[in-house]
């Protein structure tokens, strides 16, 4: 590998000043490689081979002086290297040229205005640009510094590709780097977070940098030490750890009777329909099925879901298998009830203009986070004669059909409080609230959806 110097350098060397060496340079009494710098004035650079043997010893016995002794606090701690003189003279230059444009580099990096990282780019650009011959990476400057540091002369040699070979153990601040890139839910690809971590280090670590495991290494390590909730909450959000990871009571299926619970939901069909006026439809599935057999006990196909498509549903499992027990609005996880004791006014709308029923009545309430709708609230509110409420469900994940519980004895009000355009009610109740109506429904009647768009 062939040292090269500046013209700086060459005329401390010979004792000359440095107009005296860019004339030389110009008049070709030495050889020399021109370019331009960032100023665009030409520069020079001298190989080393190409100067008086005197001279050539001179700067390897400046060399040999400048080489640091080595610390007995560094670790690990490496064996001593031969002295310069018992290198190859191919060994010498490399070991000569390694030595120079670390030196060049750290100068550089003192002075560059930027960010560590940019003045890494900036200078391996700089190098590819003056010394085309000599190709190398940012891991490699890396890695020659640090044996420079440590007076590590062996490492200064090429060892083709060996380096990294045994190196499995990944740093603490390098790990911890590597996971602030992992651990987001913008779901960097690991090759990617890897690279991040690099240039996070370069700023703030850069001793660190030449000791790196291999991606590989990263990605092993990925697989073996992060749990998969970590994982998941980290890269996907709270949504997909609570609905993939946090734990829950599951409903035991084996307990039910068959006819017990049912489900119902809508189901939007992938394919396109035609009607006989021409014009193209996406048809909905309305369905009830039974939750301990799976068995469907109702469907109903129809152009837009609708109370009257559940209804529909509904009778049609009621004819054939009998009238099943109440339902959920949605799928999600229940919490547990909370009970707030209180008085028992009758909920006749009339009662409300005089007593505040929904402030003053015992009421029990649970907090749904539903699949479709976000976390929702039902309340139960007691009456007169009402004034047992049984919930079943406690911390646990339910699904739409299924009974959520029972007043004792008789029946009373029911309050459902959603997030602000999460769901919507049906236009008939809109319109009969308008005018202080009430609208009765019937059981597993819709009475509202989510919003469209």
């Known amino acids: 590998m062939e040292t090269r110097l500046s013209t700086q350098e060459v005329a401390r060397l010979y004792g000359k000043h440095e107009s005296t060496i860019r004339r030389w340079a110009k008049s ?4 020399a490689a021109s370019f331009l710098n960032e ?4 520069e020079y650079l001298f190989p080393l081979d190409v100067l008086d043997t005197s001279i050539q010893e001179k700067y390897f016995a400046q060399l040999k002086a400048s080489i640091p002794a080595p610390s007995a606090d560094i670790l690990p701690k490496r064996k001593a290297s031969r002295p310069l003189d018992h290198y190859t003279a191919e060994e010498q230059r490399e070991i000569a040229w ?22 890494d780019d900036r200078f391996i650009a700089l190098c590819a640009k003056t010394d085309p011959e000599h190709e190398f990476s940012i891991d490699t400057l890396y890695r020659r510094w640090k044996s420079i540091k440590q007076n590590d002369l062996d490492g200064l040699i090429d060892k083709r590709g060996k380096w990294k070979k045994g190196k499995s153990d990944i740093q603490p601040e390098a790990w911890d780097a590597f996971l602030y890139f992992y651990l987001q839910e913008a779901q960097h690809p690991m090759m990617k977070c890897y690279e991040y971590m690099k240039l996070l280090l370069r700023e703030d670590h850069p001793d660190l940098v030449a000791d790196l495991p291999s991606y590989t290494t990263f990605t092993r390590r990925v697989k073996s030490d992060i749990p998969e909730a970590v994982e998941v909450l980290g890269r996907e959000g709270q949504k997909a750890f609570r609905d993939r990871c946090a734990p829950y009571i599951r409903r035991t299926y084996e307990s039910m009777a068959s006819n017990e619970w049912w489900v119902a939901d809508n189901h939007t069909f992938d394919v396109i329909t035609q009607g006989e006026n021409g014009q193209l439809h996406r048809l909905y599935l309305t369905a009830f099925f039974d939750a301990r057999s799976g068995i469907f006990t109702g469907c109903y196909v129809t152009l837009n879901p609708s109370s009257q498509a559940t209804l529909i549903t509904l009778r049609k499992g009621i004819l054939k298998y009998g009238i099943p027990e109440n339902i959920y609005v949605d799928n999600g996880r229940v919490s547990e009830p909370v009970r707030i004791p209180g008085v028992l006014h009758t909920v006749n709308p009339v009662a409300n203009d005089r007593f505040p029923i929904y402030k003053e009545n015992t009421r029990e309430y649970c907090t749904i986070r539903s699949e479709h709708f976000g976390e929702m609230l039902q309340m139960e509110v007691g009456a007169l004669l009402v004034g047992e409420i049984r919930n079943h469900a406690r911390g646990e994940r339910v699904r739409r059909g299924w009974e959520k519980g029972r007043f004792a004895f008789g029946g009373s009000t029911v309050i459902l409080m959603t997030e602000k355009g999460a769901a919507l009610p049906d236009g008939d109740i809109l319109e009969n609230s308008r005018f202080g109506l009430e609208t009765r429904v019937r059981l597993g009647e819709r009475v509202g959806g989510r919003p469209r768009g």
Do not use: C, H, L
């Open 28 to 31: 070709g009494k030495i050889q």
């Open 39 to 42: 100023f665009n004035s030409p």
């Open 98 to 119: 390694w030595m120079k444009t670390v030196d060049d580099w750290q100068r550089y990096r003192s002075k560059y205005p930027g960010s560590k990282a940019e003045a």
